[in-house]
């Protein structure tokens, strides 16, 4: 800033050299009463110097380029490498992930969702229908079991199978319809085996030849007569069977004791000793039964 002083007229210094004459001096000859000492009031009245301040010089223009080609782009960035795929999660299954795109299948992951979600309720379902206990299942057949005509199944309430099944049930948090499927599974299972044992037994009793129920009669007349009227209800399942048959048959001619005697169509031969194996497989179920029966009352 520069301060300059308010105009003075020359005059000459004790050393012959021009001087300064203030302009309050020059005032003060001219205003006759104000002395020089006076300065601030004089300065109030405008009568001394003023002080100015002179505005600070522009700054300096940019040079201007030179001329010629206009001004080069700024330079790009250095290259660097490619960005990085995008890599699927290790908690999202592969089959949720599109690898070519690097995104999320969302709509195939929500569905995934709600299949998981209506498998929780209908979980939460049936858990809430299990009895408390395992006797609590009531036993009875699925109403939609149908089964093949001639064939049905009676349930048994004493039988084991039952109490196991509802064990079985209970462990595995089952409600009252998954234990009748396991009771219509388990009558299916018998009613087979049962036509199994039915085939079986039909097979065998067209083995035994025409007469095959006259030779089952008599081994379970001998039997009734031997070991009492309930024995032959023992031996059914046996003699349902040709060796079963044969090998009560062989039993019989052991009892006779070496002493029963032979048959023929005429009747017994009381002086013919006991018949031999070939002979015996000859005789008819009735004479076999006759054989039977006098074996068992000492050959009377």
């Not at 000459?12 to 302009?23: D, H, R, V």
């Not at 049962?194 to 083995?207: C, G, T, V």
């Not at 070496?258 to 031999?276: E, I, W």
Request: proline share 11%.
């Amino acid at each position: 800033m520069l301060i300059k002083n308010a105009v003075t007229q020359p005059q000459t210094s004790p050393f012959g050299e021009p001087a300064e004459t203030p302009l309050h001096s020059r005032a003060s000859a001219a205003l006759p009463g104000v002395s020089p000492s006076g300065s601030i009031a004089r300065i109030a009245a405008g009568l001394g110097p003023r002080i100015c301040f002179a505005p600070d010089p522009p700054p300096a223009a940019p040079p201007a380029p030179p001329a010629g080609d206009p001004p080069a782009p700024p330079a790009a960035p250095p290259a660097g490498d490619p960005p990085a795929a995008a890599q699927r999660p290790d908690w999202l299954g592969e089959q949720f992930w599109d690898a070519e795109k690097g995104e999320v299948k969302g709509a195939d992951l929500k569905a995934a969702f709600d299949d998981l979600t209506a498998f929780k309720a209908g979980e939460e379902s049936k858990r809430a229908a299990v009895p408390e206990k395992a006797d609590g299942y009531e036993l009875k057949l699925p109403a939609d079991l149908k089964f093949a005509d001639g064939e049905s199944f009676e349930l048994d309430k004493d039988d084991p199978m039952f109490g196991f099944g509802r064990e079985v049930a209970h462990k595995l948090g089952l409600d009252q319809a998954g234990f009748e499927g396991l009771v219509g599974m388990y009558a299916q299972q018998k009613i087979a085996e049962a036509k199994e044992i039915q085939a079986a037994q039909q097979r065998h009793f067209e083995a035994m030849g025409p007469k095959a129920a006259e030779r089952q009669n008599a081994v379970k007349t001998f039997l009734a007569a031997k070991l009492g009227a309930d024995a032959p209800v023992i031996f059914d399942t046996v003699l349902m069977l040709k060796p079963g048959v044969e090998a009560m048959e062989k039993l019989m001619r052991v009892a006779s004791g070496g002493n029963m005697p032979s048959f023929t169509q005429g009747g017994r031969d009381g002086g013919k000793a006991s018949p031999s194996e070939e002979e015996y497989a000859a005789m008819s179920p009735a004479e076999r039964l006759v054989a039977a029966r006098k074996s068992a009352s000492g050959g009377r």
